[in-house]
Each structure stands twice: as C-alpha cells, then as structure tokens.
C-alpha cells in the first residue's frame, strides 16, 4: 500500500508503517496540493489540521482508509467516506496516558493555588503561607 501521511505523526508509527508499506510524508499541504496528489495513494493519515472534506476524498480515486490519528473524526466527512467504500479508523486511546497525566497535573495545580501564586507573584508580592497547598 501507498499512504500519504499528511500531518506531523510520531515517528515510532511511522517506522511500523514503513516495514509493511511505502509511506510518503507530505505535511504543510495546502487543500488543493493534498487533492492534486491524494489520487496516488491508498491509505490517508491525518491528525486534527487537515480537512477531509467531500472534495479531497473524491479526489482520492485509489483511497481505501483513512487514518485519523487521535481520538475523533470530526475533521473527516464521514458521509463521503462512505458513499465511496472507504473505512475511516481513528485511535481512540493515542491519547490516555496524556489525558490521565494532565487530569492529575491539573488537580495537583488546584490543591497548591499554582495559578494565585503566580499571578500573586507575578504582582510582586510573595505571600509563601498563603499557598501552602492542602
């Protein structure tokens, strides 16, 4: 298979498609040079940027999937992808040991008043016993 990579993926992934397939990465594409070329390819790979609307999947005549590499499919006509026989996949977990670490990065943030501190600081002030934390 030929795919098109058209976003910025990390290269770990990359490397796997690489053993199995010819893997093209094409980031920074305008609409009409991702359509001009999307023709030559089975297999599109997308993060959030890219727009694959009704237009770029007609263009893409070969295409049997389309990769969506994060958790929704927002950015991909679903409807058109349908109409021409091609499967749309995503990765719906890529992003749960981020999700996790920020959740508690975010809970840590509230219980030492991260936020007042600095803003107090950045104010000049340095009120130490106020942000304590719990």
């Given at each position: ?9 990390a290269r770990e992934g990359l490397e796997l ?102 803003a107090s600081v950045r104010r000049g002030e ?9």
């Open positions: 298979m030929r795919v098109l990579v058209a976003e910025p993926v498609l690489a053993a199995h397939h010819e893997v093209d990465e094409r980031t920074g594409l305008s609409p009409a040079e991702l359509a001009a070329i999307v023709a030559d390819y089975d297999a599109l790979i997308v993060r959030s940027q890219v727009e694959v609307d009704a237009t770029l999947i007609a263009a893409g005549s070969r295409l049997v999937v389309i990769g969506r590499a994060g958790v929704g499919v927002d950015n991909v006509d679903l409807e058109a992808a349908t109409r021409a026989g091609i499967t749309v996949v995503n990765a719906p977990t890529g992003n749960t040991i981020a999700a996790a670490e920020h959740t508690l990065a975010l809970l840590y943030g509230v219980a030492r008043r991260t936020a007042a501190a600095d340095w009120k130490r016993s106020e942000f304590t934390g719990l």
